[in-house]
């Protein structure tokens, strides 16, 4: 049985739905819906496309004009709501591409539609082209912020996220956050940790484009509660592994008296597939305890020849006073769809407090 995503688009879910839509569209014929929906190229089309293609072929089938499709599909998620109690089944994103196709000329309607479809499956992907068209839409967030369903607060933060994986760009707020802040602002004690992890990654984004103003937020947030606190942790982690010093001075992170001796890597030739194994010293010079944040980097050999560096985390925790520890890790090589490796010569690092050692080198095989 397949395990792609895009396969979740199958026959059983259409017919499924097609009984939906038998209930709330006129004259829905639904042979003729499964035959414009597999279409030559069904096949062919990836996840992001069999949504499009589906919001399409529906659209085919509703009432002329968006304020009588959109009563429509509020009524079949509606249906479909009372049938399961799964909120964000990922198949289902095809309302909120509807919305954003064909409601972006309809902005009261379009809102209310949001509204209540993000309350099924997130409408973060679809809200970003109503903020660039609409301005007033960021006074829609801040209400939502305010909003008694935790999804809908979710989607005050996500939709408005500067720098959102696989999401049009906002490059307005990427220049300038300050109106994403007075969301933020709002939401940063809610009582949903689905929310406040959103908050935590809208942070992370703006921290890429504006470290100071994350660095400055850490300052103003710090020990307003355990909650806050914890944002501002997971929102600093893109700045933690770049080393940003003020971030890893606002932590207690410091270098000083700390050594990391003996770095070895136990093969010299890695084949694709395997683990890259490696071991080295931690020694603690320093009379007491010691806060101590250990990555490691590995420096990726490019198709053109140059490297790209990618940090990852070992462990965040305390180590004894004038001790020394022996520290083992391994990195796997294992082939995923999402990373291309190029074989040759690559190198690797071990990074304490910030202060990354020197490099020592391997060959992928």
């Known amino acids: 049985m397949s395990t792609l995503l895009k396969d979740l688009y199958n026959k059983k879910f259409y017919d499924n739905f097609s009984v939906v839509l038998e209930n709330h569209v006129p004259d829905f014929e639904k042979k003729k819906f499964c035959k414009m929906i597999f279409s030559t190229d069904f096949d062919s089309m990836e996840l992001k496309d069999r949504m499009r293609h589906t919001a399409t072929v529906l659209n085919y089938f509703l009432p002329n004009g968006f304020e009588k499709s959109i009563s429509i599909i509020i009524k079949c998620i509606s249906q479909i709501k009372s049938q399961s109690s799964n909120w964000g089944s990922i198949e289902y994103l095809f309302f ?3 919305i954003e196709r064909y409601g972006i000329d309809y902005y009261e309607q379009s809102v209310e539609a949001l509204e209540f479809t993000t309350q099924f499956i997130t409408c973060e992907f679809a809200v970003r082209p109503f903020l660039i068209k609409y301005p007033k839409m960021v006074l829609q967030m801040k209400k939502w912020a305010k909003h ?10 996500e939709g408005i996220r500067p720098r959102l994986p696989w999401a049009m760009a906002l490059p307005e707020f990427k220049k300038n956050p300050v109106k994403v802040l007075e969301i933020l602002e709002i939401l940063k004690n809610d009582e949903s940790e689905f929310v406040r992890r959103s908050v935590a990654n809208n942070l992370n984004d703006i921290s ?3 470290p100071n103003v994350i660095i400055e937020i850490a300052k103003n947030w710090k020990g307003i509660s355990k909650e806050t606190d914890d944002i501002i942790k997971h929102a600093s982690r893109t700045l933690l592994k770049q080393g940003h010093s003020d971030i890893l001075n606002h932590y207690g992170l410091n270098s000083k008296n700390i050594l990391v001796q003996n770095l070895k890597i136990e093969k010299s030739k890695v084949k694709i597939g395997d683990n890259l194994s490696f071991s080295f010293e931690l020694e603690n010079t320093n009379k007491t305890l010691k806060y101590i944040r250990l990555e490691y980097a590995i420096y990726f050999l490019r198709q053109n020849g140059s490297y790209g560096k990618k940090v990852f985390k070992i462990s965040e925790k305390e ?3 004038q001790s020394i520890t022996f520290i083992s890790k391994s990195h796997s090589f294992r082939i995923i769809t999402t990373k291309k490796y190029y074989l ?11 202060m990354e050692s020197e490099k020592v080198g391997f060959v992928l095989i």
């Open 208 to 210: 890429k484009d504006h």
């Open 319 to 321: 180590y004894q006073k």
């Open 148 to 157: 008694n369903d935790a999804k809908v607060r979710r989607l005050a933060t």
């Open 96 to 98: 909120a591409d509807y």
């Open 344 to 354: 040759g010569q690559q190198f690797l690092s071990v990074i304490c407090n910030g």
